[in-house]
């Protein structure tokens, strides 16, 4: 599968396209049955992998807030008295989830109510993302080991954020490393065509 092929699946999946841009991938796809194919297969793997993350999301603190709320008043409590805002997750709560980018692995803490996800990223030895489109501000603090960003080699306790725009360079660890990450949804999992930001 082409880097381009790639991307327009994912712009396609999460509804990032433009509706003329939806009814032109769609005719592309029919004229061609080995992208068809690709499409299916990419399009399966990108839905079982935001499933697998949304499983273990916890809901918007706004949204949990207003559930706990209205069981609370149909309890006969007063929920005048309570004010819920704050959010705990255990870390046993929390599971990988495998990318199909091979060696990089995300784990889905909270979700706030602009639609930021705050999530860790353990990234094997070797391992490589792609450069890649961000859709908004990514921020990255490093927890532990090495990560190569913005041709930058940091460390543990080293903090980077790129704003929405192409990120032209590869990210990646020569000895592995695990992140916390803020990105807005939905977050690149894939590369972006180089072609379309010369």
């Not at 990988?96 to 996800?117: C, H």
Request: aromatic residues 8%; charged residues 25%.
């Amino acid at each position: 599968m082409t880097d381009e092929l790639a991307h327009e699946i994912q712009r396609y999946t999460f509804g990032l396209m433009t509706p003329d841009d939806e009814v032109a991938f769609e005719r592309s796809l029919a004229k061609s049955p080995e992208a068809s194919l690709e499409f299916a297969t990419a399009n399966e793997s990108l839905t079982l992998l935001y499933e697998a993350l949304a499983k273990g999301a916890p809901k918007p603190r706004k949204q949990l807030k207003t559930i706990i709320l209205e069981k609370a008043a149909a309890s006969g409590i007063d929920v005048e008295k309570y004010h819920i805002e704050e959010f705990h997750l255990k870390a046993g709560e929390m599971e990988w989830v495998q990318t199909y980018i091979p060696g990089i692995e995300l784990k889905m803490i909270y979700v706030d109510e602009d639609g930021r996800a705050l999530m860790k990223a353990r990234i094997a030895p070797g391992a490589v993302f792609p450069p890649h489109q961000r859709i908004g501000t990514e921020e990255c603090l490093v927890l532990s080991g090495d990560f190569w960003a913005d041709n930058q080699h940091l460390h543990a306790g080293d903090f980077v954020a790129g704003r929405e725009g192409f990120e032209p360079l590869p990210l990646s660890s020569e000895g592995g490393c695990e992140l916390l990450l803020k990105m807005p949804i939905p977050y690149q999992i894939m590369p972006q065509a180089n072609q379309e930001n010369k």
